[in-house]
């Protein structure tokens, strides 16, 4: 059974998917309609939800890019640009699912992301928050396999949960780091020239 935090964010991402009225609704019809015996229509959503979230997490990795650039941070910019690559192939991860399935995936309209930053630690922290948030989205998802005994579903929930625990162990070293060699100018140089190696 599940617990209320994990009922809490279930309850986020249906209400969230519940008030998205950009996507074409010709598309969710088929998608919703699927009469496959392998996935149920919260399955679908849960999928299209998640193609959503990690093309999202693109744009911020993109915009926190574009920042470090433009701010001298070269070495970083070219991090999290990768971050931002990648994560457009973990939500193809999730179409390719659908898609093998015989379910349309839903191409999401995306928010714009933040634009504005205080420096690379701020971007380090909100990456790591940010990847936090993503990795409870990611065991949600592996709840609902286990819960409806999709095994499948949970072979690809596994596949983000390992990606997430990568992430979360990456920027928490860089959260190490800055906490061991400070902030100042030096140490961010010499950070900046690390992380473009």
């Known amino acids: ?12 991402i249906f209400d969230s998917l519940k008030e998205d009225k950009s996507i074409d609704k010709k598309v969710e019809e088929k998608s919703e309609s699927t009469s496959h015996s392998l996935i149920s229509s919260e399955c679908i959503k849960l999928l299209n939800y998640r193609i959503e979230q990690e093309e999202y ?9 574009m920042w ?4 001298g941070y070269v070495g970083a910019s070219k991090a999290w640009q990768k971050d931002a690559d990648d994560e457009m192939q973990h939500s193809s991860w999730a179409k390719k699912f659908l898609l093998d399935l015989g379910v349309q995936p839903k191409i ?3 928010s714009e992301p933040p634009q504005k930053f205080s420096g690379l630690d701020d971007i380090i922290n909100q990456s790591y928050d940010h990847e936090v948030l993503v990795t409870e989205q990611c065991n949600e998802l592996a709840c609902h396999a286990l819960e409806y005994k999709n095994h499948l ?6 596949k983000y949960m390992k990606e997430q625990q990568e992430e979360l162990g990456k920027f928490q070293t860089y959260k190490d780091k800055l906490k061991a060699f400070g902030d100042d100018k030096i140490a961010m140089r010499l950070f900046d ?4 190696g």
Request: aromatic share 6%; charged share 20%; no cysteine.
């Open 68 to 71: 470090l650039n433009d701010n």
């Open 1 to 12: 059974m599940a617990d209320s935090k994990s009922t809490n964010i279930m309850g986020r």
């Open 153 to 158: 579903l949970y072979r690809l929930a596994m």
């Open 57 to 65: 997490s693109s744009r911020i990795y993109h915009s926190m890019s």
């Open 193 to 196: 020239n690390e992380l473009g």
């Open 108 to 110: 999401p309209a995306l």
